[in-house]
């Protein structure tokens, strides 16, 4: 399998942040012909995928099709693959913040000037625990403490500050009689 260069993963990285994975903008500096070669090897590759864009949401242009339409890139599950992000962690990621009720918007990397892109890597103890409140009976802090050897602190840690702030995911926690406190993300 080809890996990708780190202009290529720097783009990948940022789509697996944004809702519904876009590919765009791309960073700054790519423009032009090496902005059609990086996009076109992608999407050769199968990394990237060009749809219709959705103009009434602000979606940004890829290419204009010259009838009031264009089209938007999106990375791709294999795309997300290439660079080790498990597909189903970024869509929860992405679907999660498109359910968040309308507020203002979530801050995107390049938005910030400071921030680095947000990467959730297969196999990771913040994966696990994002699989875990995925579960329709959530999880406890014991139970992601046990799985992660993380200490109860560095798990409320994560939840409140790279799962909620960073990445924007609504996890919600309830009393559950015999277990305690559970935390969950809405299916």
Do not use: C, F
Request: net charge positive.
């Amino acid at each position: 399998m080809t890996t990708p260069s780190d202009t290529q993963t720097m783009i990948l990285s940022r789509a697996a942040t944004r809702p519904g994975n876009l590919a765009l903008p791309l960073p700054e500096g790519l423009v032009g012909a090496a902005a059609k070669m990086v996009v076109g090897k992608m999407i050769a590759r199968g990394w990237l995928e060009e749809v219709e864009a959705n103009l009434r949401r602000g979606e940004p242009l890829w290419r204009e099709t010259g009838d009031g339409h264009g089209t938007t890139l999106i990375a791709t599950e294999a795309g997300l693959e290439a660079i080790g992000i498990e597909p189903l962690v970024a869509n929860t990621v992405a679907s999660a913040r498109k359910a968040k009720p309308k507020q203002e918007p979530v801050q995107t990397p390049e938005d910030t000037g400071t921030a680095k892109p947000v990467a959730i890597r297969a196999g990771t103890k913040q994966a696990q625990i994002i699989a875990m409140l995925q579960r329709p009976e959530g999880a406890t802090i014991a139970e992601m403490v046990e799985a992660t050897s993380w200490q109860s602190h560095t798990v409320r840690g994560s939840i409140s500050g790279a799962l909620k702030k960073k990445l924007g995911l609504p996890i919600r926690a309830e009393k559950v009689e015999g277990r305690g406190t559970v935390y969950k993300l809405p299916a």
